[in-house]
C-alpha cells in the first residue's frame, strides 16, 4: 500500500469513528452542584473583585493591556 493510500484509509476510519459518535450524541457530563447550606452556617460575605494594586490599563496597537501599575514612571509599558 503506498503512503496515500494509508493516510486516506486513516482519514476514512477517523471520519467513520467521528460520524458514529455523533449518531449517538455527545456522552452526558457530570454536572456539578452545590451542596445544600445547612441552616446554622452563615452567610459568605462576597468580597470585592478590586485587586490591591490597580493596573496601568494602556492597551497596544493589537489589543493587550498594560501590566504594570497605574501611574508607573517607566517611559514603556509591559503587555501582556
Known amino acids: 500500500m503506498s503512503k ?27 454536572v456539578e452542584r452545590p451542596a445544600p447550606k445547612s441552616p446554622e452556617a452563615p452567610d459568605p460575605v462576597d468580597e470585592p ?6 493596573l496601568c490599563g494602556h492597551r497596544s496597537i493589537n489589543g493587550r ?10 517611559k514603556s509599558h509591559r503587555y501582556s
Open 49 to 54: 473583585a478590586v485587586p490591591l494594586v490597580q
Open 65 to 74: 493591556t498594560c501590566t504594570r501599575e497605574q501611574g508607573h514612571a517607566a
Open 4 to 30: 496515500m493510500d494509508e493516510l486516506r484509509a486513516m482519514r476514512e476510519q477517523r471520519y467513520e469513528q467521528r460520524s458514529a459518535a455523533a449518531a449517538t450524541g455527545p456522552a452526558p457530563r457530570a
